[in-house]
């Protein structure tokens, strides 16, 4: 039996990562549970999963909560990653916090299926350092998985360089004259993929690809000028790894992630599942370049990839904080890549910075975000 302790169990990959192991039981089991404060689904969760040890955010939401053992806040996260009778940690965090979780799984050498972006983004090198210590990583992000499945056997030194797909999110018809108009309903219609809400808008400013494109520099240990990232508005091909010899392969499937997420839990193995087939007969697939008048997000994140040390901190988190004030209504959707500019042109990077420094990078971008009108 695989014992699996999931970190952001009532989010979007939380889930669906649930979802998923309620299809492999009895294989695959919960071992423990860790939320933010949306606490009737985690009690919900815990009726059925019936996991042994749960996290929440706060001392209060402990407090509030039935069950043998609960513990909370940043410890209790980094506890469930590295808690001894765990084969399988999933990061499904949203934001900075997921870092020290990451870290904390792969030093006490936990395969960690990861769908927390952050880690990569603003640790990179800390994650790598990590992974040193014999843990395993397995990415669950969409674009990733199908680039790590493609990778599978390949050497380095075999890749000339991988591409990231995009769906151009839900304005990628949008006049660009009226971007500036649009209201955070209208962002959040996705067109193809279930996500949370930061993602969702990240999505449609293309933010959200930059980030990947960092999480692939660490991920597959490629240079920024291997990792391109081309438009694909029906998202089904995620991924595609170009080899020297000139072969293309591509990375399909349906936009579910439930595909990811299994696979990461049971690589290398496949396992049968019954999530919809995709359907070739009649499908168009269509790529197009990256238009930097519509997406100059895009760009921005990418520079803050490049220049490194705690930039993808202050940036991540500066798009964290305009992201939610968009969703507010307090900022225009243009006044993020806007936003984000001015905190890659205000921050000065420290080279290979420490949890403390990235952290205060963090906060850097927060106060930097909050104060943008
Ligand atoms: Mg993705």
Redesign the pocket.
Known sequence: MVRVALLGSTGSIGRQTLEVIRALRPRFEVLALAAGSNLDLLVEQIREFQPVVVSVGTAEAAGRLRHREVIWGERGLAQIAALPEADIIVNGLVGAIGLAPTLAALEAGKRLCLANKESLVIGGHLVRRALASGGELIPI???HSAIFQLLEGRERGEIERIILTASGGALRDRPLEELERVTPEEVLQHPNWRMGPRITVDSATLA?KGF?VIEAHWLFGLEYDQIEALLHPQSVVHGLVQFVDGSLSAGLSSPDMRLSIQYALTYPERLRNSYPRLELVGRELAFAAIDPRRYPAFEIVVEAGRLGGTMPAAINAADEVLVSRFLRGEIPFTTIAAGLKLALERHSPAPEPDLEAIMEADRWGRRLAEEIS
Do not use: F
Request: hydrophobic share 0%.
């Open positions: 992000d969409s674009e959200n990947e």
